[in-house]
T-cell receptor, first 114, second 116 residues
């Protein structure tokens, strides 16, 4: 059973701080990794994708990938109240049964206080 | 806006009934995946279609079935509804770039299904 693990939170940070969200995955063959943001009552929105070891920056967001440790993280700099949402880590797997599918963690709820 | 639409937005059904949910994606998005998201959980993969053929399935019973059509629309059918089928149903599409499949998936707004 391929799994993606995240701390459910809530993670609370003050406005302007750095929020750090972590994710581990079980499938060593995974090559594609994604972070989605989901506001309450809405559908997931893709905010970052990462395919190679190291860091990838996009505005206030930085994704970090370490395939040897099977670990993905998302840093949000200068956190804003509008960043308050659930962040879902997703890992692409390939298998005979599932084809190519995204396996999601349960999500980490982030709360940014002003 | 992802260009992925779903209908209906909300639906209430009775246990034992059948339901069809619909999804429409953009031109060139030849891969569509369906997910079930229960409250407080991450989305769970139901199945995936590529160019109108099912090419992957998650751990869901056969009463969950689907179709994909040439006009980038697709549907999810659920027979013999159970109370536990109450969830947000999401479809997501992926782009083919020059015939090469990409793995970034873009979600529609979802259909909230309630089974009573």
């Amino acid at each position: 059973q391929k799994e993606v693990e995240q701390n459910s939170g809530p993670l609370s940070v003050p406005e302007g701080a750095i929020a750090s969200l972590n994710c581990t995955y079980s499938d060593r063959g995974s090559q594609s990794f994604f972070w989605y943001r989901q506001y309450s009552g809405k559908s997931p929105e893709l905010i970052m994708s990462i395919y190679s070891n190291g860091d990838k920056e996009d505005g206030r967001f930085t994704a970090q990938l370490n395939k040897a440790s099977q670990y993905v993280s998302l840093l949000i700099r200068d956190s804003q109240p509008s960043d308050s949402a659930t962040y879902l880590c997703a890992v692409n797997i390939t298998s005979a049964e599932a084809g190519t599918a995204l396996i999601f963690g349960k999500g980490t709820t982030l709360s940014v206080s002003s | 806006e992802t260009g992925v639409t779903q209908s209906p937005t909300h639906l209430i059904k009775t246990r034992g009934q059948q339901v069809t949910l619909r999804c429409s994606s953009q031109s060139g998005h030849n891969t569509v995946s369906w997910y079930q998201q229960a409250l407080g959980q991450g989305p769970q993969f139901i199945f995936q279609y590529y160019r109108e053929e099912e090419n992957g399935r998650g751990n869901f019973p056969p009463r969950f079935s689907g179709l994909q059509f040439p006009n980038y629309s697709s549907e999810l059918n659920v027979n013999a509804l159970e109370l536990d089928d109450s969830a947000l149903y999401l479809c997501a599409s992926s782009l083919d770039e020059g015939g090469v499949r990409t793995y970034e998936q873009y979600f529609g707004p979802g259909t909230r299904l309630t089974v009573t």
